[in-house]
DNA sequence: CTCCGTTTGTTGAAATTTCAACATATTTAT
DNA sequence: ATAAATATGTTGAAATTTCAACAAACGGAG
């Protein structure tokens, strides 16, 4: 547990929660550590959403498979991520999503109940963990909406648009890159792959962005 | 306040909290009442992210305008109902949708940060809103979740068959009435008016549904 | 009850998106 | 290094959505 520790530092899960403090407190809550191979599922639809996800190491993509087998990706998580936490504390009784690790990865999984429920010990650290993950659940919030923001323009060119905005905005710098490739990003966007590349190409020629693969600039 | 408190008791805030300390807690938190009359503006986007808002009574839809002039709406407010607690707790600096009232609205507004930092009395059951609270960001974003779900099937007929049966779902009855009228409903599923008009009437021909207005039976 | 403003339904043309098919580029495996 | 597999770009046809314009239905005020 403790060669985590620095990744568990930047996990807004911990925030404010000493090295001592956390190692104990992890103990308490049953935290543990698990690990994927690229493409695994980590929490499959239809699972009981028992479990928060934190990534420790690698990524993985938020998936949902809709009724006409359209994949839509609803986001990614990368290292210090918490996942999975607003099924679990809404007490939904099963997921409605599917996540699947992009890479190897590490995940630490603890299991809600522990959270929510102060434990026995009544660990003084309890309340701050409880706290911690109001804010998290509040961000989730936000970057739901964030996401239909996006998604709620109208044409492809103004939801990628939207979205290469945000993540210029994100990575402060007009130059970036994407975590998804052009099907998933299509996914993402909600939008045919082939007229995505088509818009991308188009904004090119038009000299709004450069772009190669992932890598993005805006001009 | 006390004439308030049967609302009050149902909203998901305040669970397990008694009268009389609910009573004195709204005064610790400075919780205050406003009015708004029909189409009149309860929260403006660009405005601080301070305060949450619990619908007392009437009703009020969450707006977002984009840059093109494009309205979308990202949900309905019901009495009991707790509203722009996600962009207050997540500290956002301003506030990124507007709300405005349905018809005459009796709002309780609380600023958030009373809520976040325990108050200097110390009330005993500031752990258990804080707890409440988290609840509430957890369903706030599955909401969200839920409303992706639907506007990212690709079709207008999809995204309308999606919103019925959750709404006949949550009604628990094939028969309901929706909170919206056709242009806001084409404004929550992202869609055209006319097409949805349209697509309505379509079904309708095919005997997959019947309506009338704000009116539906799935059949 | 009637008038008037609003909401809903309808239609056809224009624009856009999706789909399928294939060419090219890039990466992976052997 | 080469072959195979995967990812990206391109294209044209088909399907769908948007847009504008108008007709019909409805609801509230007087």
Do not use: W
């Not at 809550?29 to 980590?42: Q, S």
């Not at 607003?86 to 995940?107: D, H, K, M, Q, R």
């Not at 990003?185 to 020629?205: C, P, Q």
């Amino acid at each position: 547990m403790k060669k985590y520790f620095e990744i568990l530092q930047k996990c807004s899960l911990f925030n404010k929660i000493e090295e001592e403090n956390l190692i104990s407190m992890l103990d308490c809550l049953g935290a543990k550590i698990e690990l994927f191979d690229k493409k695994y599922t980590i929490f499959a639809e239809g699972n009981p959403a028992k479990y928060i996800g934190i990534m420790l190491t690698g990524s993985a993509q938020i998936v949902r498979i809709d009724y006409y087998g359209n994949r839509s990706i609803l986001s990614n998580v990368e290292p210090t991520e918490v996942f999975a936490e607003a099924f679990a504390c809404a007490g939904l009784p099963s997921l409605p999503v599917t996540v699947i690790a992009n890479e190897p990865c590490e995940v630490m999984l603890i299991d809600c109940n522990h959270i929510l429920h102060t434990c026995t010990n009544n660990c003084v650290f309890h309340q701050q963990l409880i706290f911690n993950l109001m804010k998290d659940l509040a961000s989730k919030a936000i970057m739901f909406q964030q996401k239909i923001e996006i998604t709620s323009q109208r044409s492809t060119r103004e939801k990628l648009m939207a979205y290469l905005t945000i993540q210029a905005k994100k990575a402060d710098s007009n130059r970036f890159d994407i975590p998804f490739d052009r099907q998933e990003l299509a996914d993402y966007l909600e939008v045919d792959r082939s007229g995505l590349s088509a818009e991308i190409s188009k904004l090119r020629r038009e000299g709004i962005i450069e772009n190669h693969r992932k890598h993005f600039i805006l001009l």
